[in-house]
T-cell receptor, first 113, second 115 residues
Framework: AQSVTQLGSHVSVSEGALVLLRCNYS??????LFWYVQYPNQGLQLLLK??????LVKGINGFEAEFKKSETSFHLTKPSAHMSDAAEYFC???????????FGKGTTLSVSS | KAGVTQTPRYLIKTRGQQVTLSCSPI?????VSWYQQTPGQGLQFLFE???????NKGNFPGRFSGRQFSNSRSEMNVSTLELGDSALYLC??????????????FGEGSWLTVV
């Protein structure tokens, strides 16, 4: 069975500071990993995804994530936080031969000026 | 290109009633999946359809059902509504499966309140 654990339900940073949102996964098969962002009263927007190939994945809005198989991790980072980054972030793992995603519980990112 | 469209966006139902939610995927997408989002349980997978066939189903009671039409549009139905069914229901679409590198796109969701 696959599962996702997001460490820290709330993360607070200052504007301009590094953003680090942690995600660990469990999967018996090569995982397909995703990060989505959700702004209030909206659906999910894809930030980035890892399927195969390069382990450092660059996404939209300056976010990137690194797939580390040995650590079963897929942490999301952004060098400099912006006020507009305040939102809820979800890490997800996808199964093979399908489109079903298993989501983590989410991390709310707060950015202060 | 239009995104995933869900209707209605907001609705209020009474316990015991049933509800049908609709989803129009991105043009050309043949896969549609549904999720329930609540503050307590987070995002939970409901079911997944590809070319009108249900491929996968999450751990939900039989009151939750869905279908996909030949034009890839999908509906989900919840019968005998309970207070705990109050949630944001999200629909997602993709060209194909994740192991082919496909991206899964989400709609804005349908907010269901059961009173």
């Amino acid at each position: 069975a696959q599962s996702v654990t997001q460490l820290g339900s709330h993360v607070s940073v200052s504007e301009g500071a590094l953003v680090l949102l942690r995600c660990n996964y469990s999967s018996s098969v090569p995982p397909y990993l995703f990060w989505y962002v959700q702004y209030p009263n909206q659906g999910l927007q894809l930030l980035l995804k890892y399927t195969t190939g390069a382990t450092l994945v660059k996404g939209i809005n300056g976010f990137e994530a690194e797939f580390k198989k040995s650590e079963t991790s897929f942490h999301l980072t952004k060098p400099s936080a912006h006020m507009s980054d305040a939102a809820e972030y979800f890490c997800a793992v996808g199964n093979q031969a399908g489109t079903a995603l298993i989501f983590g519980k989410g991390t709310t990112l707060s950015v202060s000026s | 290109k239009a995104g995933v469209t869900q209707t209605p966006r907001y609705l209020i139902k009474t316990r015991g009633q049933q509800v049908t939610l609709s989803c129009s995927p991105i043009s050309g997408h043949r896969s549609v999946s549904w999720y329930q989002q609540t503050p307590g349980q987070g995002l939970q997978f409901l079911f997944e359809y590809f070319s009108e066939t249900q491929r996968n189903k999450g751990n939900f009671p039989g009151r939750f059902s869905g279908r996909q039409f030949s034009n890839s549009r999908s509906e989900m139905n919840v019968s005998t509504l309970e207070l705990g069914d109050s949630a944001l229901y999200l629909c997602a679409s993709s060209l194909g499966f994740v192991d082919s590198g496909n991206t899964i796109y989400f709609g804005e969701g349908s907010w269901l309140t059961v009173v």
